[in-house]
T-cell receptor, first 113, second 112 residues
């Protein structure tokens, strides 16, 4: 079974630039999550999709972050404009339903200079 | 005060030792408790998933939950160098994955 795919693996940008991350979940997983993991901290949920609808985006900084999941499969997370404090690993996860076991991708490590 | 507290380590033990990893929490409503393992430059991987109090064993891993003390533990027996990773505890009030609160992780190193 193929895992959660994410790209790019690393990204370095300057503050105020924009950046986008891509995620392809495990086939058949209806629920998709984006997490932010700052160095030395646990993952923090940014947004949850159920198919292509948003279930929870209460912790997404909507003035600069946006996400979409077209056709209920792939998802893109965008930051525009980036700030220094956005430096983190952005993890995508999926699950069969909104319950139980999360499967994580390897993440995108973002450095904002 | 954070909802979930976890000693960041690093913790270094010799191969074959028994490892004890712990978390404390403040929200008495937590019912579901998890341990994730995260290798360097990888995403977290679920190791153990328990509901309410008690013990759960899976191979060399044992998870313990003591709700009266708001304390959970993960024991690793016969530790191997391949167990070297960051271990994250996580918990939630209900079984909804979106409500999971993660600890900050403990870095574990097993010396050959």
């Amino acid at each position: 079974e193929a895992g959660v795919a994410q790209s790019p693996r690393y990204k370095i940008i300057e503050k105020r630039q924009s950046v986008a991350f891509w995620c392809n979940p495990i086939s058949g997983h209806a629920t998709l999550y984006w997490y932010q993991q700052i160095l030395g901290q646990g993952p923090k949920l940014l947004i949850q999709f159920q198919n292509n609808g948003v279930v929870d985006d209460s912790q997404l900084p909507k003035d600069r972050f946006s996400a979409e999941r077209l056709k209920g499969v792939d998802s893109t997370l965008k930051i525009q404009p980036a700030k220094l404090e956005d430096s983190a690993v952005y993890l995508c996860a999926s699950s069969i339903a909104s319950l139980g076991k999360l499967f994580f991708g390897s993440g995108t490590q973002l450095s904002v200079l | 005060q954070k909802e979930v507290e976890q000693d960041p380590g690093p913790l270094s033990v010799p191969e074959g030792a028994i490892v004890s990893l712990n978390c404390t929490y403040s929200n008495s409503a937590f019912q579901y408790f998890m341990w994730y393992r995260q290798y360097s430059r990888k995403g977290p991987e679920l190791l153990m998933y328990t509901y309410s109090s008690g013990n759960k064993e899976d191979g060399r891993f044992t998870a313990q939950v003591d709700k009266s003390s708001k304390y959970i533990s993960l024991f690793i027996r016969d530790s191997q160098p391949s167990d070297s990773a960051t271990y994250l505890c996580a918990m939630s009030v209900d079984s909804s994955a979106s409500k999971i609160i993660f600890g900050s992780g403990t870095r574990l190193s097993i010396r050959p």
